[in-house]
Protein backbone atom coordinates (compact mmCIF):
# COMPACT_ATOMS: atom_id res chain seq x y z
CA UNK A 1 0.00 0.00 0.00
CA UNK A 2 2.52 2.38 0.65
CA UNK A 3 4.57 2.14 -3.01
CA UNK A 4 0.58 3.10 -4.27
CA UNK A 5 0.98 5.96 -1.97
CA UNK A 6 3.93 6.92 -3.70
CA UNK A 7 3.37 6.34 -7.06
CA UNK A 8 0.08 8.37 -6.85
CA UNK A 9 1.33 11.44 -5.25
CA UNK A 10 4.38 11.05 -8.18
CA UNK A 11 1.37 11.00 -10.21
CA UNK A 12 -0.61 14.44 -8.53
CA UNK A 13 3.04 16.45 -8.74
CA UNK A 14 3.83 15.49 -12.10
CA UNK A 15 -0.26 15.95 -13.04
CA UNK A 16 0.08 19.01 -11.07
CA UNK A 17 2.44 20.48 -14.05
CA UNK A 18 -0.37 20.54 -16.53
CA UNK A 19 -2.20 23.71 -16.06
CA UNK A 20 -4.92 25.57 -18.01
CA UNK A 21 -4.19 27.50 -20.88
CA UNK A 22 -4.72 31.28 -19.88
CA UNK A 23 -2.89 33.16 -23.48
CA UNK A 24 -4.94 34.03 -26.20
CA UNK A 25 -6.14 31.52 -28.58
CA UNK A 26 -3.42 30.38 -30.33
CA UNK A 27 -2.85 31.31 -34.11
CA UNK A 28 -2.39 28.46 -36.63
CA UNK A 29 0.49 27.36 -38.30
CA UNK A 30 2.58 25.84 -41.37
CA UNK A 31 5.79 24.52 -41.11
CA UNK A 32 8.27 22.02 -43.32
CA UNK A 33 8.53 19.10 -41.72
CA UNK A 34 11.82 17.63 -40.68
CA UNK A 35 13.43 14.72 -42.88
CA UNK A 36 10.26 14.57 -45.37
CA UNK A 37 10.84 15.64 -49.08
CA UNK A 38 12.38 19.43 -49.78
CA UNK A 39 8.57 21.58 -50.00
CA UNK A 40 6.77 19.31 -47.49
CA UNK A 41 4.61 20.92 -44.62
CA UNK A 42 2.35 20.09 -41.97
CA UNK A 43 -0.96 23.13 -41.48
CA UNK A 44 -2.03 22.95 -38.43
CA UNK A 45 -5.62 23.27 -39.40
CA UNK A 46 -5.57 19.56 -41.62
CA UNK A 47 -4.87 17.85 -38.33
CA UNK A 48 -8.59 17.40 -37.37
CA UNK A 49 -10.41 15.27 -35.12
CA UNK A 50 -7.34 14.52 -32.48
CA UNK A 51 -6.11 16.35 -29.73
CA UNK A 52 -3.19 17.88 -30.33
CA UNK A 53 0.21 18.03 -28.19
CA UNK A 54 2.40 20.96 -29.41
CA UNK A 55 5.56 20.34 -28.00
CA UNK A 56 8.09 22.91 -28.47
CA UNK A 57 11.89 21.86 -28.23
CA UNK A 58 15.61 21.87 -29.57
CA UNK A 59 18.41 19.86 -29.62
CA UNK A 60 20.52 22.30 -27.96
CA UNK A 61 18.05 22.03 -24.67
CA UNK A 62 19.13 19.43 -22.14
CA UNK A 63 16.07 18.56 -20.34
CA UNK A 64 14.15 18.65 -24.10
CA UNK A 65 16.62 15.41 -25.01
CA UNK A 66 15.70 13.99 -21.98
CA UNK A 67 12.10 14.26 -22.61
CA UNK A 68 11.88 13.33 -26.10
CA UNK A 69 12.19 9.62 -25.24
CA UNK A 70 8.95 9.96 -23.38
CA UNK A 71 7.38 11.37 -25.83
CA UNK A 72 7.96 8.43 -27.64
CA UNK A 73 6.68 6.20 -25.13
CA UNK A 74 3.33 7.98 -24.88
CA UNK A 75 2.92 8.27 -28.47
CA UNK A 76 3.53 4.57 -28.41
CA UNK A 77 1.13 3.80 -26.04
CA UNK A 78 -1.41 5.16 -28.09
CA UNK A 79 -4.84 6.45 -27.62
CA UNK A 80 -7.54 7.25 -30.32
CA UNK A 81 -8.12 10.58 -30.80
CA UNK A 82 -3.93 11.77 -29.51
CA UNK A 83 -1.47 13.36 -32.01
CA UNK A 84 1.80 14.66 -31.28
CA UNK A 85 3.49 17.55 -33.32
CA UNK A 86 6.80 18.56 -32.03
CA UNK A 87 8.16 21.60 -32.99
CA UNK A 88 11.75 22.27 -33.14
CA UNK A 89 12.83 25.56 -32.31
CA UNK A 90 15.91 27.79 -33.85
CA UNK A 91 17.50 24.33 -34.45
CA UNK A 92 20.36 23.26 -37.02
CA UNK A 93 19.61 19.85 -39.04
CA UNK A 94 22.87 17.90 -37.96
CA UNK A 95 22.25 17.82 -34.13
CA UNK A 96 18.70 17.46 -34.82
CA UNK A 97 19.43 14.26 -36.94
CA UNK A 98 21.35 13.06 -34.22
CA UNK A 99 18.61 13.61 -31.39
CA UNK A 100 15.58 11.99 -33.82
CA UNK A 101 17.76 8.62 -34.41
CA UNK A 102 18.87 8.58 -30.70
CA UNK A 103 15.49 8.77 -29.43
CA UNK A 104 13.76 6.91 -32.27
CA UNK A 105 11.05 9.85 -32.81
CA UNK A 106 8.52 8.70 -35.39
CA UNK A 107 6.07 11.72 -34.64
CA UNK A 108 6.08 14.50 -37.20
CA UNK A 109 8.68 17.28 -36.15
CA UNK A 110 8.46 20.66 -37.63
CA UNK A 111 11.17 23.11 -38.22
CA UNK A 112 10.36 26.80 -36.43
CA UNK A 113 14.25 28.14 -37.86
CA UNK A 114 12.83 31.35 -36.98
CA UNK A 115 11.29 31.23 -33.84
CA UNK A 116 7.90 33.37 -35.38
CA UNK A 117 5.74 30.11 -34.70
CA UNK A 118 6.88 29.98 -31.06
CA UNK A 119 6.70 33.75 -30.36
CA UNK A 120 3.11 33.77 -31.63
CA UNK A 121 2.42 31.14 -28.94
CA UNK A 122 3.88 32.57 -26.37
CA UNK A 123 6.42 30.19 -26.03
CA UNK A 124 9.42 31.49 -23.16
CA UNK A 125 10.72 27.83 -22.00
CA UNK A 126 11.80 25.31 -23.66
CA UNK A 127 10.59 22.29 -23.30
CA UNK A 128 6.72 23.43 -23.43
CA UNK A 129 3.99 21.26 -24.65
CA UNK A 130 0.77 22.67 -25.64
CA UNK A 131 -2.74 20.56 -25.73
CA UNK A 132 -5.26 21.38 -27.88
CA UNK A 133 -8.63 19.45 -28.20
CA UNK A 134 -9.80 18.39 -31.58
CA UNK A 135 -11.10 21.62 -32.74
CA UNK A 136 -7.42 23.14 -31.53
CA UNK A 137 -8.75 25.00 -29.29
CA UNK A 138 -5.43 25.17 -26.30
CA UNK A 139 -6.42 23.96 -22.99
CA UNK A 140 -3.61 22.72 -21.02
CA UNK A 141 0.15 23.54 -20.95
CA UNK A 142 3.59 22.60 -19.52
CA UNK A 143 6.02 24.62 -19.70
CA UNK A 144 9.16 22.22 -18.57
CA UNK A 145 10.00 18.77 -18.90
CA UNK A 146 7.37 16.44 -18.26
CA UNK A 147 7.25 12.93 -17.20
CA UNK A 148 5.04 11.62 -19.80
CA UNK A 149 6.17 8.21 -18.57
CA UNK A 150 3.50 8.73 -15.71
CA UNK A 151 0.49 9.44 -17.79
CA UNK A 152 -1.63 6.87 -19.40
CA UNK A 153 -3.12 8.37 -22.44
CA UNK A 154 -6.56 8.08 -21.58
CA UNK A 155 -5.86 10.40 -18.44
CA UNK A 156 -4.29 12.95 -20.58
CA UNK A 157 -7.96 12.84 -22.67
CA UNK A 158 -10.47 12.23 -19.51
CA UNK A 159 -8.50 15.66 -18.23
CA UNK A 160 -8.85 17.54 -21.74
CA UNK A 161 -12.60 16.16 -21.24
CA UNK A 162 -13.17 16.96 -17.59
CA UNK A 163 -11.12 20.49 -18.18
CA UNK A 164 -13.93 21.23 -21.25
CA UNK A 165 -17.26 20.09 -19.25
CA UNK A 166 -15.76 22.40 -16.08
CA UNK A 167 -15.37 25.05 -18.41
CA UNK A 168 -18.86 24.72 -20.13
CA UNK A 169 -20.55 24.41 -16.83
CA UNK A 170 -19.07 27.58 -15.52
CA UNK A 171 -20.16 29.42 -18.99
CA UNK A 172 -23.47 28.18 -18.17
CA UNK A 173 -23.59 29.35 -14.96
CA UNK A 174 -22.40 32.68 -15.35
CA UNK A 175 -25.49 32.60 -18.86
CA UNK A 176 -27.89 31.15 -16.20
CA UNK A 177 -26.93 33.78 -13.29
CA UNK A 178 -26.87 36.75 -15.95
CA UNK A 179 -30.75 35.90 -17.24
Same mark, same amino acid.
Given at each position: ????????????? *?????????????????????GAAPGSAIALASE?????????FASWCEPCREELP??????? *???????????????????? *?????????????????????????????????????? *???????????????????????DRLTSTRNDLHAQ?????????
Amino acid at each position: MVAVAVVSSIDLA *RAAELVPWTGAAPPGFTLPQFGAAPGSAIALASESGEAILVHFFASWCEPCREELPALQRLAE *RGHPGIKILAISVADVDAPL *RRLLDATGVTFPVLMDRDRAVARSWDISALPSTVILDS *RHTAWLIVESDFGWDALEPKQLTDRLTSTRNDLHAQQSLVTQGGQ
